[in-house]
């Protein structure tokens, strides 16, 4: 009599046995995650989505120091909007923050990538020396290095215009640079790039580390000249992050406003005033806080469709649109 036993399942060696998770359990391995950012979530929602939208609700009211003070602010929808974009100053406003944030941000990245450029070719010693002087001048506090610019800028005992006189321009002798607009805006220019450039040029050194040495090599063997090998190599490997120092210079220089202020208070005759000062002195002077909040949503709004202008191009190159 032959006795047929079921076929013993054999377990491979390093399997192991698993029992089915309880659902308590399982529940709580679903949850840790979104408990972890949690906090983050919050915060952004406190920080950022929160003063939006109360800068839009702000911005359909009537809303000036008597509602400031006792509340009752009246809805009026979009006649806050209406009246600014009617209005022949805000559209200067608009050109000049556009004029402004080009200039700058095309200097930033031009001098930022030359920089790059140039660390990557010094040897060790001074690449460190100056590494730490760009880490320096970046973590100047934007108030101290404003301040730096009106003494060297000043009519009288100031730098630029002792050197000047002593280089034989002796017109510059207690020549008032702020009281110019063209002087003043050039001036403001200079210190925003001055503040600008050591971020980008060394994060745009940084991503000029990773690419392979032998990628330039082969380029030299084959007879390409430096602008060549710029141009078709480094350009197109480094594209993301050209984009990505683009997109964080314009938010930079778009929304400056401590320079400016403590400078020029957006003067001489409103030739540095840009959306963010405007923005402020219709708040702080007029005290039309409906108005300043409409302002402030229409610079946001500009802001985003130009960076996402930017962002769409840039993805259709990269083959992902």
């Not at 320079?259 to 708040?283: K, R």
Request: charge should be positive; include cysteine.
């Amino acid at each position: 009599m032959t006795l047929h036993t079921a076929p013993r399942k054999v377990r491979t060696p390093g399997q192991e046995l698993r029992r089915p998770a309880a659902p308590g359990r399982r529940r709580s391995v679903v949850l840790w995650p979104y408990l972890l950012i949690a906090p983050t979530v919050l915060g952004v929602l406190f920080l950022l989505v929160y003063p939006l939208l109360r800068n839009v609700q702000l911005s359909l009211q009537s809303f000036g120091m008597r509602e400031l003070i006792r509340g009752g602010a009246e809805f009026v929808g979009f006649e806050n909007y209406r009246e600014l974009l009617t209005g022949g100053e805000f559209w200067e406003v608009v050109r000049r923050t556009l004029i402004w944030t080009t200039l700058n941000v095309v200097l930033i990245v031009g001098l930022a990538t030359l920089v790059a450029l140039m660390l990557q070719r010094l040897g060790r010693t001074w690449r460190i020396l100056v590494m730490s002087a760009l880490a320096l001048a970046w973590a100047t506090p934007i108030l101290a290095a404003t301040t730096v610019f009106q003494w060297l800028f000043a009519s009288r005992l100031g730098v630029v215009n002792w050197v000047l006189v002593q280089l034989g321009f002796d017109s510059y002798e207690g020549y008032s640079w702020f009281a110019d607009g063209s002087a003043t805006f050039t001036i403001l220019v200079i210190l925003v790039v001055w503040q600008s450039v050591p971020f980008a040029a060394i994060t745009i050194y940084s991503a000029l580390t990773t690419v392979p040495a032998e990628i330039y090599e082969s380029a030299r063997l084959d007879g390409a000249s430096e602008w060549r090998m710029f141009r078709s190599l480094t350009v197109p490997i480094l594209r993301p992050i050209f984009g990505l120092v683009l997109c964080l210079e314009v938010i930079w220089v778009f929304k400056c406003f401590t320079q400016i202020w403590v400078i020029s208070e957006g003067g001489p005759n409103g030739a540095t005033t840009t959306l963010p000062v405007y923005a402020y002195q219709i708040a702080q002077s007029l005290h039309h806080y409906d108005l300043q909040a409409a302002s402030s949503t229409v610079t946001v709004l500009l802001l985003a469709v130009i960076l996402f202008v930017y962002l769409r191009q840039l993805f259709r190159q990269e083959g992902e649109l």
